[in-house]
């Protein structure tokens, strides 16, 4: 039997479903296990909404014996067997929430949203997965993508392409605009094919033109060169035209006078790059280096009349400010230009690119990337320090950063450090001086003095790593590794290229939880308390307990609340905390212990989208659902009546006036009537005060006293049946979710604005700074901590050359020698396979004056005094963010915002933000005046 025939033992509804979670966990495991062996182009992979598939793994993830929990009592030392409860199954497969709307082009094919993130916002199941998935659950709609492979040599990697390229094709006919969806590893001749057959137009006559920002850039020919290869970008224009003159281009590249037009495909056998610096300047120059890679080619150089915005560097004559020159967004690339506008505006990075670089072009290194990256890169800076204040479009370097950095392809958010470890790292290999990397055994410490061993692993190093990057970018420090066992020490001396520094921090969070009544005896309070970052949801719940003053025969249940629902139940005590997002609603139920183990019932609240809707429709969520415990396992109608009447009872007017709040902050209920609502006391006072204005109902509330129109739901909230009082619920489910209608008359009864108020939904804000209320940390703090001794985890142990064995070391890491060019990354971003988080902590760092003489354990006579000189900043969270940099023209010492395509000046004194991601500084020579103890400072002269 093979794995798709398993697993088929049970009917409910129609479908097809295996026996247990467990079979249904391990069939679709076995699936993708298959699908990890034959990865391949063509391959079909389908999207899933993240929080669909959640659902299904929470309901596969439990296994029969994972439903009673060990849980400690804080009286006593035994221990309590609690059963818990088994999740929900999950109801049809619902990619709603990822489909943003239907194309405006050729078919009905489904748009995905822009700002997807894999793992955040959808996950890929491939084509047998996904087929098991529907026949158990239904749902959809199905959102088919095909792996391709990106990259070259051996960097080649499979990625599923989930953004196909989308271009829009101008007809110059009618000038109507239509969408055209190709993958970016279709060929142009596929693009003619698809252009002639949407508009109708005979192949011969078809002409199309790169149309990128309006302008004719290049004639496409029609050939087996890829989309990605023509550097074809998400949403640009492309132009077609039908060929009626003599004068048009012929696809053959010659135009009518028979002149070869400079529009030629590129031949993997006659691969020809260019230096060059970008279009004609002001002068009446153009500037441009040729260098065709092809064996025993040579040299031609033009003109080198070039503004390098730093001064004269060496005769290099100055004709207009540059660097001032915005980068465009070709689509989620702001990461890209952040990095780039930091390395653009490295000093010794622009004097060594705006010269004839071509001599150190490395192409035959096989960690490189046959100098095309250097290439790409160089001909990218010298555009933006020769173009004025113009906009650049760097699609060509794009298109290269994608052949050979697969990892930063498509139209996706990626991290701004990641990229610069990769230029760095590249740039390094495509200029290395060595082309023929020599052997070279490396010696043990064996006890000899720290300086001879740091001079010796810096020549080994030099002897296989020499280019510009290492002259300028590359320090040393010294890595001592004890074992804890047998005391032997390791000590190397190793280069780096940055400094990734960790961002020290409390060890506590604070959180805000609502807390609701399961009873009705009271309004829904907020309480912020603080518990170990690393905590369980038990400390969370031991936290409110006393904030609250939660009585003896009480219990608090966490939920997460999301689109106004109960999204998630936090039932298991030893949850950890990590697995909430600060972003996350969370609220608390207060239940009676003598309904421990009954059926809950889940009210969500419902009002008219609109007033004059018709036939009985357009009903939309609203507020924070309300939790009750059911007395029966089988309730009637009249029993849920009666539980929902007392759940609404706080919230029902006076006769004379409406209840008032007297204070919210964030969406929250913060305050009534001036008292804190974290204080017993004074929720207690402000809970009578504020009671005065309700009318309490008493215990036996009938049924009948609830005017509201209740609604039986199923999992999926898509059905409702009306809820009458000799209506029975059959058992089942262990939560009951029904709809509550609130119409005109309800609303002038009860006042839902304690529900309304609450920030149910999370919103993403605008891209700004964060101000923190935290207090800030300073620049040395982080290098403390990175240089602080720490073990080894234990998946990166150390073996041991004494014991013979790997063994979790101890490890110190000292400065020994810094470069010109200082790099610090903060490390904002931590991620694990559940978590991914940000930290938006205030990092205190020095512009000026940078002194790290203290750090260097090597004494020599060069400065280590640096100044900053960019930043790349990341605002917002994790993949919703959005990247800029800011960056000091030298030569007029101004400092200036690079936000893509829009350039502007900035005060030097509002650059230090908590956005600060990776930072830039360059050292300051010093001069020692004897006997006076006061220095004078100047720049490197390099």
Same mark, same amino acid.
């Given at each position: 039997m093979t794995i798709a025939d398993s697993g088929c033992l049970m009917e409910n509804g129609g479908s097809c479903l295996p026996c247990t979670p467990e079979e249904e966990r391990k069939i679709v495991k076995d699936l993708m296990d298959e699908a990890e062996l034959d990865l391949k182009e063509g391959n079909l992979y389908y999207i899933v909404s993240a929080r669909w598939f959640a659902r299904w793994e929470s309901y596969v993830g439990h296994s029969s014996d994972d439903h009673l929990v060990d849980m400690q009592s804080s009286d006593s030392q035994d221990l309590a067997v609690v059963p818990m409860s088994i999740p929900d199954r999950p109801g049809q497969i619902n990619n709603s929430d990822i489909v943003e709307n239907r194309s405006d082009g050729e078919g009905d094919d489904l748009e995905l949203a822009r700002t997807l993130l894999e793992g955040r916002d959808y996950v890929l199941v491939p084509q047998k997965v996904w087929e098991k998935l529907v026949q158990w659950y239904k749902g959809g709609p199905a959102l088919p993508r095909k792996m391709i492979s990106q990259g070259v040599f051996n960097k080649k990697q499979f990625n599923v392409e989930v953004y196909p390229l989308r271009l829009k094709l101008i007809d110059s006919r009618d000038a109507y605009e239509f969408t055209i969806r190709l993958s970016r590893k279709a060929s142009l001749h596929e693009l003619y094919e698809r252009v002639c057959t949407l508009r109708g137009t005979e192949r011969e006559k078809a002409i199309i033109w790169d149309y990128f920002n309006k302008h004719k850039q290049s004639l496409l020919v029609d050939s087996n060169r890829t989309l990605e290869e023509s550097n074809l970008q998400m949403d640009q224009e492309i132009l077609l035209e039908l060929q009626v003159h003599e004068s048009y281009p012929s696809q053959s590249g010659e135009d009518s006078t028979g002149n070869e037009l400079a529009l030629v495909a590129l031949e993997p056998s006659r691969t020809s790059m260019s230096i060059a610096g970008g279009p004609t300047l002001s002068n009446g120059h153009s500037i441009t280096y040729s260098l065709n890679l092809r064996p025993g080619s040579a040299l031609s150089s033009g003109p080198t009349d070039i503004d390098d915005g730093f001064g004269a560097y060496s005769g290099v004559r100055r004709v207009?400010?540059?660097?001032?020159?915005?980068?465009?967004?070709?689509?989620?690339?702001?990461?890209?230009?952040?990095?780039?506008?930091?390395?653009?505006?490295?000093?010794?990075?622009?004097?060594?690119?705006?010269?004839?670089?071509?001599?150190?072009?490395?192409?035959?290194?096989?960690?490189?990337?046959?100098?095309?990256?250097?290439?790409?890169?160089?001909?990218?800076?010298?555009?933006?320090?020769?173009?004025?204040?113009?906009?650049?479009?760097?699609?060509?370097?794009?298109?290269?950063?994608?052949?050979? *950095?697969?990892?930063?392809?498509?139209?996706?958010?990626? /991290?701004?450090?990641? $990229? !610069? =470890?990769?230029?760095? &790292?590249?740039?390094?290999?495509?200029?290395?001086?060595?082309?023929?990397?020599?052997?070279?055994?490396?010696?043990?410490?064996?006890?000899?003095?720290?300086?001879?061993?740091?001079?010796?692993?810096?020549?080994?190093?030099?002897?296989?790593?020499?280019?510009?990057?290492?002259?300028?970018?590359?320090?040393?420090?010294?890595?001592?590794?004890?074992?804890?066992?047998?005391?032997?020490?390791?000590?190397?001396?190793?280069?780096?290229?940055?400094?990734?520094?960790?961002?020290?921090?409390?060890?506590?969070?604070?959180?805000?939880?609502?807390?609701?009544?399961?009873?009705?005896?009271?309004?829904?309070?907020?309480?912020?308390?603080?518990?170990?970052?690393?905590?369980?949801?038990?400390?969370?719940?031991? *936290?409110?307990?006393?904030?609250?003053?939660?009585?003896? /025969?009480?219990?608090? $249940? !966490? =939920?997460?609340?999301? &689109?106004?629902?109960?999204?998630?139940?936090?039932?298991?005590?030893?949850?950890?905390?990590?697995?909430?997002?600060?972003?996350?609603?969370?609220?608390?139920?207060?239940?009676?212990?003598?309904?421990?183990?009954?059926?809950?019932?889940?009210?969500?609240?419902?009002?008219?989208?609109?007033?004059?809707?018709?036939?009985?429709?357009?009903?939309?969520?609203?507020?924070?659902?309300?939790?009750?415990?059911?007395?029966?396992?089988?309730?009637?109608?009249?029993?849920?009546?009666?539980?929902?009447?007392?759940?609404?009872?706080?919230?029902?007017?006076?006769?004379?006036?409406?209840?008032?709040?007297?204070?919210?902050?964030?969406?929250f209920l913060s305050e009534v009537n001036g008292e804190p609502s974290n204080s017993c006391n004074g929720q207690f006072e402000s809970m009578d005060q504020s009671m005065d204005n309700i009318e309490s109902e008493p215990e036996d509330t009938s049924s009948q006293d609830l005017l509201f129109q209740l609604f039986l739901t199923d999992d999926r909230y898509s059905s409702r049946k009306p809820i009458f009082k000799d209506s029975v619920i059959k058992p089942g489910a262990n939560r009951i979710k029904i709809f509550l209608g609130w119409t005109e008359k309800e609303h002038k009864l009860y006042d839902p604005s304690y529900l309304k108020d609450l920030p149910v939904v999370y919103h993403k804000t605008g891209f700004s700074a964060k101000k923190t209320r935290q207090e800030a940390v300073s620049l040395f703090s982080c290098l403390e901590a990175f240089l602080t001794e720490e073990p080894l985890g234990p998946d990166d142990m150390w073996y041991c050359p004494g014991c013979k064995e790997h063994r979790q070391a101890t490890k110190k890491l000292d400065l020994w020698a810094l470069p010109e060019i200082l790099v610090f990354h903060l490390k904002r971003f931590s991620y694990s396979r559940y978590l991914k988080n940000k930290l938006d902590t205030f990092v205190d760092f020095p512009i000026h004056n940078l002194d790290l003489s203290k750090f260097v354990k090597q004494k020599d006579e060069k400065s280590y005094v640096y100044e900053l000189y960019a930043i790349s900043n990341h605002y917002g969270g994790l993949g919703g963010g959005h990247y800029t940099a800011f960056a000091k023209l030298i030569d007029d010492n101004r400092w200036y915002n690079f936000d893509d395509s829009r350039v502007s000046p900035v005060n030097e004194a509002d650059i230090k933000t908590s956005a600060a991601y990776v930072l830039f500084y360059r050292r300051v020579e010093t001069e020692t005046k004897v006997g006076l103890g006061e220095t004078s400072q100047g720049h490197t002269g390099s």
């Open positions: 207009e400010r540059g660097g001032l020159a915005g980068l465009q967004n070709m689509g989620n690339t702001c990461f890209m230009n952040s990095a780039l506008q930091c390395l653009v505006h490295t000093p010794p990075l622009v004097k060594y690119f705006l010269q004839d670089y071509s001599d150190e072009i490395n192409t035959e290194n096989p960690l490189g990337m046959h100098g095309e990256l250097a290439l790409a890169f160089g001909e990218l800076l010298r555009k933006l320090w020769s173009s004025g204040r113009t906009t650049i479009a760097p699609r060509a370097f794009k298109g290269k950063l994608a052949l050979f *950095a697969p990892q930063f392809s498509g139209y996706n958010q990626h /991290d701004s450090q990641e $990229l !610069l =470890a990769f230029l760095l &790292d590249g740039l390094h290999e495509d200029l290395n001086r060595v082309k023929q990397k020599p052997y070279i055994e490396m010696k043990d410490w064996c006890g000899r003095p720290d300086k001879e061993v740091a001079a010796e692993c810096w020549r080994n190093h030099k002897a296989r790593n020499d280019s510009i990057i290492v002259d300028v970018c590359q320090g040393q420090y010294k890595s001592t590794l004890v074992c804890p066992v047998c005391s032997k020490i390791s000590i190397t001396f190793d280069p780096f290229m940055y400094l990734s520094l960790p961002l020290p921090s409390t060890v506590t969070r604070s959180m805000t939880v609502m807390v609701f009544y399961g009873n009705g005896s009271g309004l829904p309070m907020p309480y912020t308390v603080s518990v170990l970052k690393n905590g369980l949801c038990r400390d969370l719940i031991q *936290a409110l307990s006393t904030a609250c003053c939660l009585r003896s /025969d009480e219990s608090l $249940l !966490l =939920a997460e609340v999301y &689109d106004h629902k109960i999204y998630r139940l936090f039932e298991n005590p030893f949850e950890s905390l990590t697995s909430i997002k600060d972003e996350e609603y969370i609220v608390a139920y207060r239940l009676s212990h003598k309904g421990t183990g009954k059926r809950k019932l889940e009210i969500v609240h419902q009002e008219k989208s609109a007033p004059d809707f018709l036939k009985g429709s357009g009903w939309k969520d609203f507020g924070a659902p309300l939790l009750a415990q059911s007395e029966d396992d089988s309730p009637s109608g009249a029993d849920i009546e009666l539980a929902a009447s007392r759940l609404l009872s706080p919230l029902r007017r006076t006769s004379s006036s409406n209840v008032v709040h007297s204070g919210t902050e964030n969406g």
